[in-house]
């Protein structure tokens, strides 16, 4: 098809050494637009208030209301977890539903049979889209085939006999799925590549970094003495709330952490702890304790998002009371809610799409041979 | 002169802007909406400045002064550096999203060129 040999050609002149020249589409379009927002955004900006403005008056409340109120020092930290701390907590839930939308956009293709009615719907949309997968169901059904499943063992021996059939089929396929995508077969796999391609039995400097699960072992002892630092640094960074810094510096650091790790050790080393089974609880608790904290203030203090944390002296970790613990759970939420995302995008297959005919022709069809009929319209029927 | 930030801004804004209308590289438009929210950053930022301003961080008073001078004194805007991060944090959960699909619809049309996408015209 044109747009691969296209890339294909960028490509190879990209390393032939020439630079690839990328046309502009719509100039006009981009050009007008461009200029016309650029004349409002300057006329716009040139009227700001400029270095020598007072500061506004919520500025001047927030600063004076910083220490008496919330025995914290910091101004920034008593605006975004205190004084505009349901802004905070629409920012948390926008970061949780992105969170969401990523692992759900990235997740690999599941079979869904338990949903009331999803399997008839799809069977019907099946059967337009790829006549050939269920040519074995078809001719049992007297007219509406979607009947069949739902009207049980009522049928004609037919009925039975098309079950079996697509039974078979699907353990077949379930067996297929297991070899390429499964634990034991890819950790396998890993293993052999992994003598092959260790980068510490290659000559520094030579090609096939792409290869190694880890990195040299220069690089693995530095990340491993960087990624404590980090580690420390995020945690000082929200404890010590009274200073500059906070729980979204702190929990981005935190992902920075198991991402270096990873980067620099393989995903082994984070294996136990970078898994959607260990970090999506601990989000969701934290979306919890945020609710939690907004809920408590509307109940003991009159407002939601109110303090009702006892204060500690200034200068101490809990001096903020509400502040603090709010910040200290937003570490938990930025750090696992980046390293789900982070992960669930680094882990993303292809499979939603069943490969092009022409692919399938060259890695043998086998049982998926019979889709290699199949137009662009059976994605449908992969991912469902 | 501030005013070369606010400047700097309008035309990172429009360098996005640019990027994301004329190009059809899927992750060219994403690098160009990026571009576009960073310049957010860069104007809250420049608009929390102010001449001659401390941080907004009442800890450690210079000698003679107290919290409460800090208070009155002449400080950087905490408001516009609170809107900021917020701004950061959307910022990279947009991308997140982007990317995500960034990547699904180029498996799914084995390329990055938008113009292959066209369920959606007209």
Same mark, same amino acid.
């Given at each position: 098809?044109?747009?691969?040999?296209?890339?294909?050609?960028?490509?190879?002149?990209?390393?032939?050494? /020439?630079?690839?020249?990328?046309?502009?589409?719509?100039?006009?379009?981009?050009?007008?637009?461009?200029?016309?927002?650029?004349?409002?955004?300057?006329?716009?900006?040139?009227? *700001?208030?400029?270095?020598?403005?007072?500061?506004?008056?919520?500025?001047?409340?927030?600063?004076?209301?910083? *220490?008496?109120?919330?025995?914290?020092?910091?101004?920034?930290?008593?605006?975004?977890? =205190?004084?505009? #701390?349901?802004?905070?907590?629409?920012?948390?839930? +926008?970061?949780?539903?992105?969170?969401?939308?990523?692992?759900?956009?990235?997740?690999?293709?599941?079979? &869904?049979?338990?949903?009331?009615?999803?399997?008839?719907?799809?069977?019907?949309?099946?059967?337009?889209?790829?006549?050939?997968? /269920?040519?074995?169901?078809?001719?049992?059904?007297?007219?509406?085939?979607?009947?069949?499943?739902?009207? #049980?063992?009522?049928?004609? =021996?037919? %009925?039975?006999? /098309?079950?079996?059939?697509?039974?078979?089929?699907?353990?077949?396929?379930?067996?297929?799925?297991?070899?390429?995508?499964?634990?034991?077969?890819?950790?396998?796999? &890993?293993?052999?590549?992994?003598?092959?391609?260790?980068?510490?039995?290659?000559?520094?400097?030579?090609?096939?970094?792409?290869?190694?699960?880890?990195?040299?072992?220069?690089?693995?002892?530095?990340?491993?003495?960087?990624?404590?630092?980090?580690?420390?640094?995020?945690?000082?960074?929200?404890?010590?709330?009274?200073?500059?810094?906070?729980?979204?510096?702190?929990?981005?650091?935190?992902?920075?952490?198991?991402?270096? *790790?990873?980067?620099? *050790?393989?995903?082994?080393?984070?294996?136990?702890? %970078?898994?959607?089974?260990?970090?999506?609880?601990?989000?969701?608790?934290?979306?919890? %304790?945020?609710?939690?904290?907004?809920?408590?203030?509307?109940?003991?203090?009159?407002?939601?998002?109110?303090?009702? +944390?006892?204060?500690?002296?200034?200068?101490?970790?809990?001096? #903020?009371?509400?502040?603090?613990?709010?910040?200290?759970?937003?570490?938990?939420?930025? =750090?696992?809610?980046?390293?789900?995302?982070?992960?669930?995008?680094?882990?993303?297959?292809?499979?939603?799409?069943?490969?092009?005919?022409?692919?399938?022709?060259?890695?043998?069809? =086998? /049982?998926?041979?019979?889709?290699?009929?199949?137009?662009?319209?059976?994605?449908?029927?992969?991912?469902? | 002169?501030?005013?070369?930030?606010?400047?700097?801004?309008?035309?990172?804004?429009?360098?996005?802007?640019?990027?994301?209308?004329?190009?059809?590289?899927?992750?060219?438009?994403?690098? $160009?909406?990026?571009?576009?929210?960073?310049?957010?950053?860069?104007?809250?930022?420049?608009?929390?400045? !102010?001449? $001659?301003?401390?941080?907004? @961080?009442?800890?450690?008073?210079?000698? $003679?002064?107290?919290?409460?001078?800090? @208070?009155?004194?002449?400080?950087?805007?905490? @408001?516009?550096?609170?809107?900021?991060?917020?701004?950061?944090?959307?910022?990279?959960?947009?991308?997140?999203?982007?990317?995500?699909?960034? @990547?699904?619809?180029?498996?799914? !049309?084995?390329?990055?060129?938008?113009?292959?996408?066209?369920?959606?015209?007209?």
């Amino acid at each position: 098809m044109a747009p691969t040999m296209a890339d294909g050609e960028a490509l190879e002149r990209a390393r032939a050494g /020439s630079p690839v020249v990328e046309p502009v589409h719509r100039p006009r379009l981009a050009w007008t637009c461009t200029l016309a927002v650029l004349a409002v955004l300057v006329f716009g900006f040139l009227a *700001l208030p400029r270095e020598g403005a007072p500061l506004p008056a919520i500025a001047r409340y927030a600063l004076e209301i910083a *220490l008496p109120q919330w025995h914290i020092t910091e101004p920034v930290n008593e605006i975004v977890y =205190g004084t505009r #701390g349901f802004d905070t907590f629409g920012e948390t839930f +926008l970061l949780l539903a992105a969170v969401v939308s990523v692992s759900t956009l990235a997740r690999h293709r599941e079979r &869904r049979a338990e949903f009331v009615g999803e399997e008839e719907a799809g069977e019907q949309e099946q059967r337009e889209s790829d006549p050939d997968r /269920s040519a074995g169901s078809a001719p049992s059904g007297t007219g509406d085939g979607s009947g069949n499943r739902a009207g #049980g063992g009522d049928g004609d =021996g037919g %009925v039975p006999e /098309s079950r079996e059939e697509d039974e078979a089929r699907r353990a077949e396929e379930e067996e297929a799925g297991e070899d390429t995508a499964g634990e034991d077969g890819s950790s396998g796999m &890993r293993g052999s590549i992994r003598e092959r391609y260790s980068s510490d039995t290659n000559p520094l400097g030579s090609r096939a970094p792409e290869h190694s699960e880890a990195m040299t072992v220069v690089v693995r002892v530095a990340a491993r003495g960087a990624a404590i630092v980090l580690a420390v640094t995020a945690i000082y960074l929200t404890a010590h709330g009274f200073a500059p810094g906070g729980g979204f510096p702190g929990g981005a650091a935190l992902a920075g952490v198991a991402l270096l *790790l990873y980067a620099a *050790l393989g995903y082994r080393a984070v294996r136990t702890v %970078v898994r959607p089974d260990v970090l999506e609880p601990v989000e969701m608790v934290g979306a919890c %304790v945020v609710v939690g904290l907004a809920v408590g203030g509307f109940f003991w203090n009159g407002s939601v998002m109110a303090n009702w +944390l006892p204060l500690a002296p200034v200068r101490t970790i809990a001096s #903020g009371g509400l502040v603090q613990a709010f910040s200290a759970t937003e570490l938990l939420e930025v =750090g696992t809610g980046l390293t789900i995302a982070i992960f669930a995008m680094l882990a993303m297959k292809h499979d939603w799409t069943p490969d092009k005919p022409e692919d399938q022709e060259q890695s043998t069809g =086998g /049982s998926s041979g019979d889709r290699a009929g199949g137009d662009e319209g059976s994605g449908a029927e992969r991912s469902g | 002169m501030i005013v070369a930030n606010y400047l700097a801004a309008a035309l990172m804004f429009c360098i996005g802007l640019h990027t994301a209308i004329s190009r059809r590289n899927l992750i060219k438009i994403v690098m $160009g909406l990026s571009l576009m929210e960073a310049s957010t950053y860069l104007l809250l930022v420049s608009m929390a400045y !102010r001449r $001659g301003s401390t941080a907004p @961080v009442l800890l450690s008073p210079p000698d $003679g002064a107290t919290p409460q001078d800090l @208070v009155h004194g002449n400080v950087a805007d905490p @408001v516009l550096q609170n809107f900021c991060l917020t701004a950061i944090v959307i910022g990279v959960a947009v991308t997140a999203v982007f990317l995500t699909v960034a @990547v699904r619809v180029t498996q799914h !049309r084995r390329s990055l060129d938008a113009d292959d996408s066209r369920e959606l015209r007209g």
